[in-house]
């Protein structure tokens, strides 16, 4: 379930399908849940989840494919597309671009995170149930 810690949701559960990635709970190969079961899962929207697809996909953990679902990439898949692969030269300029608006895009949303923290922080338990 996705908290309201001020971080978007979206991050969060991006953030976990990482570790779950990482710690062999999904391994290389294996399809992610449905979107409407991981939106189930965490309690969220479609467009929350497929956001926090987006994330992995962008760092190479995941790859989809058309009509069949999302999957989990080979390890040395999503390695080399995290890392710079050595027939790339050092000076080729636009990966050097991408890498550098991949990192700013990872800080703003870090600075997003805490700005959102401050301006909507999380409300006080009530002690009535359900409210």
Request: proline share 8%.
């Amino acid at each position: 379930m996705v908290e309201r810690t001020g971080r978007p949701g979206y991050l969060q559960i991006a953030d976990d399908l990482r570790q779950q990635i990482r710690d062999g709970r999904l391994p290389p190969g294996r399809s992610l849940p449905s979107t409407a079961k991981l939106g189930d899962e965490y309690k969220v929207s479609a467009g929350v989840v497929k956001a926090a697809i987006s994330v992995l996909r962008t760092e190479g953990l995941v790859i989809g494919q058309q009509g069949k679902g999302v999957f989990v990439r080979d390890n040395a898949d999503a390695h080399a597309a995290t890392h710079a692969a050595p027939s790339i030269a050092e000076g080729d300029i636009t990966v050097n671009q991408l890498t550098e608006v991949l990192a700013a895009v990872r800080d703003l949303g870090e600075r997003v995170a805490r700005i959102e923290r401050t301006v909507f922080p999380e409300p006080p338990p009530t002690d009535r149930p359900g409210k």
